[in-house]
DNA sequence: GATGAAATCCCTGTAAT
DNA sequence: ATTACAGGGATTTCATC
């Protein structure tokens, strides 16, 4: 499952911490020392900062990312996916076999699937959508922008 | 603007390029002696190559991915924003004003705008979309769980 | 032209204040 | 939380294939 239990008590973050996760977000791998002069505090002090928010489970873990173009996916949609009747599990399980699935969330209401592609051209969105529409509708859109790229929300 | 150029020519990767974005997938800040150890390099190759992929654009950037549940936000609502005519500058620059809005992408077809939102209660999400409803009809659907949490693309 | 090896330098983590 | 210190990692240079 990628269910994590939440904390009982969230986290309270002080300043120091939120301009430390700013710094994370804004380059994961810069080493101790230098997010240490970033938030003004020694770098045993900051390392521990570090090691107490991925304990509280703040920090989910550091991560890279991928500029899909750079892949050759020149292309991004997103899809709902509507199973039929008693297809459920079996839709669930084809779009997480399907690599080019790179995100899937369970929703509420009439679509119960809403998923993010990757495909490197418009004939791939049809071959990939040919193994979910025998058991589900589906209704996609392209991107054509992203205003707003995965950011922090507001850590106040 | 969130458009960076892509490459005219995708980046063709070996199995040792891939055998490393999966590994900085896992964990961004793995020393780059165990970033060798795992795709059996040596230290500078290891680390040559990653330059050598940021250089290139495949790495976009390194960054630590939040729990927001250990951030109080109890709720994700994934929403569909349509804005009314003449609207849509405006609502743009309104959903990029509130944090809470943590990704939004513009889409082909009726809805203009598919965008997430971290929400601390569902009172909260009522509060932020009343900034939006003035200007365009939104469709709120509530996340339920998460089949594929964001992954990497296929990278062959 | 890119990889591996060795030396220097810097960073990290521990312990003590 | 900081400082000092000891150990380990990173980067540069150089030699190699």
Redesign the pocket.
Known sequence: MTKRLAPATPATLDE?DRALLAALAADAR???????RLV??????????VRRLEAQGVIERFTVQIDPRALGFTLQAIVRVKPLPGQLHLVEDVIRRIPEFVECDKVTGDDCFICRLYLHSIEQLDEILSKVTERAETSTAIVKSTPVARRLPPLG
């Open positions: 120091t810069q080493p101790v020392s230098e997010l240490a003004g505090l020694s770098a045993p002090s900051t390392a521990e900062r």
